[in-house]
């Protein structure tokens, strides 16, 4: 039987952090031992930025963004478009889309896909919200900036469908090759995709 190399303190300090996504044991151990060994440049200062985190963060009323108020910078940005609204899964797609630069509209965060599998319905997503916002007269588009997955594609379709009673054009991302792929590396979906949204020259 395997014992514990460190008290229980450490050992717990490793377990939650290798329930992070992208960390297992071993990397949790390893981050662990940094956090310990630079106690006063990392351990202190995260210790305390958890805590205020999670005292002041709210999720946005308007959009599902988290932020430390309510709401969002996003949504108080009177330079944004608010004729668009671009419709993500969750807030990470959010926040990749900001570190692009590619939206200059608001945002709406559906907090998941549609799965019936995994007993999530329409309920359990901000879907009512999205359609009371799609039907303010000022928003003129909706994007659909959801993942390619099969729930995601189910998502939208859905989607398209309940928006189709508001007065705002539904767009999706587009498709298929990335810049710089090359054919011969990619999957038979994303071929597929690319033919199926060719355009022409």
Do not use: F
Not at 86 to 96: F, K, M, Q, S, T
Not at 152 to 159: E, K, P, R
């Amino acid at each position: 039987m395997a014992h514990a190399a460190a008290g229980p303190e450490i050992e717990r300090l490793i377990q939650l952090l290798a329930r992070l996504p992208g960390l297992g044991p071993r990397s949790a151990r390893r981050a662990a031992l940094q956090l310990i060994k630079r106690k006063e440049q990392l351990l202190d200062p995260l210790a305390v930025a958890l805590i205020e985190t999670r005292d002041t963060i709210l999720t946005c009323e308007t959009c599902g963004n988290i932020d430390t108020h309510s709401p969002c910078t996003l949504c108080g940005d009177q330079a944004r478009d608010p004729t668009l609204i671009c419709v993500v899964e969750e807030v990470g797609d959010l926040w990749a889309l900001e570190r692009a630069a590619v939206i200059n509209g608001r945002y709406h965060v559906l907090g998941g896909t549609l799965s019936p599998l995994d007993g999530v319905g329409p309920d359990d997503l901000a879907i009512a919200k999205l359609i009371e916002r799609a039907q303010d007269l000022q928003v003129t588009e909706v994007l659909l900036a959801l993942n390619a997955t099969v729930e995601g594609q189910s998502t939208a379709h859905y989607l398209m469908d309940q928006l189709s009673g508001c007065n705002v054009a539904v767009s999706r991302l587009a498709q298929g090759v990335p810049i710089g792929g090359e054919l011969d590396y990619l999957d038979e979906g994303t071929l597929a995709a690319a033919v199926k949204a060719r355009k022409a020259m």
